[in-house]
């Protein structure tokens, strides 16, 4: 339901949630989440350091995890973000990415190399409640707030397009 302009809206109507992700969890809750799973708790400290550390999301690769158990532990990395589109600038040291969530909001991130410093801008939420008149993000609402892991999920993705060399 689209709001006449200049009227904020600062409640998100209520939506499905994304499928549970490793980043949504604390390291307690994570322990236990791969208990569940049947796997002792020490594979939790594993995959933390595959996701966080390493930026893989691809159990395959996580080859120090028995083959057995990569497959179960899968369950603790959906995809949360599918790339787009994206588009590139000054030389390729600015990338910006359109990402589609699992309800199908669009959101974008984007990626800056300076010769000091990266910045990073992400999305924390699907739409936008300020409304304003000359912007079609603002016109449309606010879809949903986007869950930790959908956040920090542009976070890893951008560490890795910086690890792999992809942003110059």
């Known amino acids: 339901m689209s709001q006449p302009p200049g009227q904020l809206t600062f409640v998100a109507p209520r939506r499905a949630k994304p499928a549970r992700h490793l980043a949504d969890l604390s390291m307690a809750d994570r322990r236990a989440a791969v208990t569940e799973l049947g796997e002792k708790a020490f594979r939790a400290d594993q995959l933390s350091r595959h996701y966080f550390e390493r930026l893989t999301t691809d159990v395959g690769a996580m080859t120090d995890l028995p083959a057995a158990s990569r497959e179960k532990l899968s369950a603790l990395l959906p995809t949360l ?88």
């Open 81 to 168: 973000l599918t790339s787009v589109k994206e588009l590139t600038t000054d030389g390729g040291t600015t990338r910006k990415t359109l990402w589609r969530l699992f309800d199908g909001a669009l959101v974008e991130s984007v990626l800056m190399r300076y010769p000091d410093r990266v910045t990073m801008c992400v999305s924390s939420q699907a739409g936008c409640g300020m409304n304003c008149p000359f912007c079609a993000t603002g016109q449309a609402g606010l879809t949903r707030n986007m869950s930790t892991a959908e956040i920090v999920d542009q976070v890893v993705a951008g560490a890795r397009a910086l690890a792999a060399g992809e942003v110059p």
